[in-house]
């Protein structure tokens, strides 16, 4: 099981598929106007009817699609990050929150057709023209009602599902930002060592050069002394021949005053 950190971490935008911009936008207006006569015009009734009838056919569609995509975003994120949704324990929250099931379920087909259950009787009398004129704007407005209500219900469900659906997003893009966010600091941790690393590196060469110089210095500081030590004996040193008052050579040391003084002898 991973923690909940990396579970979290394994929900962002690379692994969830998320709903498009045109299905989140916010649905359209209702028909213009509303009838608000009894005695409208059947023209009127008609036109109101196929407004709200076209209406719903529109907004079911996008319902309909809407409910798909976020059916495939609900799978993914119940196969990449299980622990991100789980409310095992009592009263916990979930860390990305999906939408209901009920919010999930396609719309039932809804027929407003008219059914006139009337049968007239043979050799009954034909309607007067008001009456069958009556009979038409009953029609109507009963269809122009039964759209107008499924549209609402079509509307409230698809602007409901869009909410939850948003709040979704916002959680997952929120994941997006975390494992950037860790990306960023994983390198760093890595690569601090390592800096820590190679100034050491640096400076062990360095130590090793310090070492050597410190121990050179003595050797230089004795072979110095010695060529100060001697060009004062040489040049304090006593003239070893003389030639018309003039000393053409000293004796630097001992060895070469010995070495002289054999040849003489």
Known sequence: ??????AMAQCTTKSVPLPGAALLAPPEASCAFEIVSLNAAPSQLDYERQCHRDAGLILRDRLLRLQASVGETVKAINRACPAAVSTAQPGSTPSIPLPRRTLLTPPPDVDCAFKDSSDAAD????????QAIAAVRMKLDYERQCYRHNEIILRNGLEQLQAAVGETIKA????????ASA???QPAAKQQPAAKQQPAAKQQPAAKQQSAAAAQ??????????????????QEAPCAA?????CVGRD???RVRSMMSHDTE
């Open 242 to 246: 003389l030639t018309r008052g003039r």
């Open 183 to 185: 990306a960023k600091q």
């Open 1 to 6: 099981m991973l923690a909940p950190a990396e």
């Open 217 to 234: 210095r003595p050797l230089a500081a004795a072979v110095g002394e010695q060529i100060n030590d001697r060009a004062p004996r040489t």
């Open 123 to 130: 050799g009954a009398p034909s309607p007067t023209p008001a």
């Open 252 to 254: 630097p040391d001992a």
């Open 172 to 179: 997952v893009a929120g994941n997006d930002r975390s494992a």
